[in-house]
């Protein structure tokens, strides 16, 4: 698989877990209803924080599967392929080209926060999430153990899978 065929295909499986999410869809630990989630946010807020932790699980899933085994750059080649083929279709549907570069930052920070709760621990992985998408810290609680359940299940198979793929630089 090429690095643009892995951002691709990693943006569509963002994509149908973000849907899934907001549809209340294949979920064991069933999560409130994003209307009810943060009360000094938005919907659109919390939408944006499901979509970056996705984002972020994906990504995690990909580093995990290729890690030692591709060089970085190659890897990195093919996060920036799915980060580039996400903005695309956001502003494709809708969002602003303006708006990309502050998605970007929140992006940024979320990565690096999700990055140090995972290495952590599971348990604080999705205390962090909870907390963005919340913003009510008597909700973190409840919803923490489901966002954790929620990274497992996208990060494990994913890992699974693309440790038995190639991943090529086309450019080298």
């Known amino acids: ?8 295909n990693l943006a569509r499986l963002v994509w149908e877990s973000f849907s899934d999410f907001l549809a209340r869809e294949d979920v064991e630990t069933p999560l409130p209803d994003v209307a009810e989630w943060g009360e000094g ?9 499901a979509l970056i932790f996705f984002m972020w699980a994906h990504t995690r899933g990909a ?26 279709d956001m502003v494709a549907h809708g969002t602003p080209d303006a708006q990309l ?21 599971d348990a604080r992985l999705g205390e962090a999430v909870s907390r963005h998408l919340s913003g009510d810290p008597k909700q973190v609680r409840e919803i923490a153990a489901a966002i954790t359940e929620r990274a497992i299940a996208v990060a494990n198979p994913l890992k699974d899978f693309l440790e038995e793929v190639d991943l090529v630089d086309p450019g080298e």
């Open 63 to 88: 580093q995990l599967a290729f890690m030692g085994r591709v060089a970085d750059q190659t890897i990195r080649k093919g996060l920036d392929a799915l980060h580039r083929a996400v903005f695309e």
């Open 101 to 121: 570069p502050i998605f970007e930052q929140h992006v940024s920070a979320r990565y690096a926060e999700y990055h140090q709760a995972a290495s952590e621990s």
């Open 41 to 49: 946010g938005s919907d659109a807020q919390a939408a944006e924080e």
């Open 1 to 8: 698989m090429t690095t643009d065929e892995l951002g691709d």
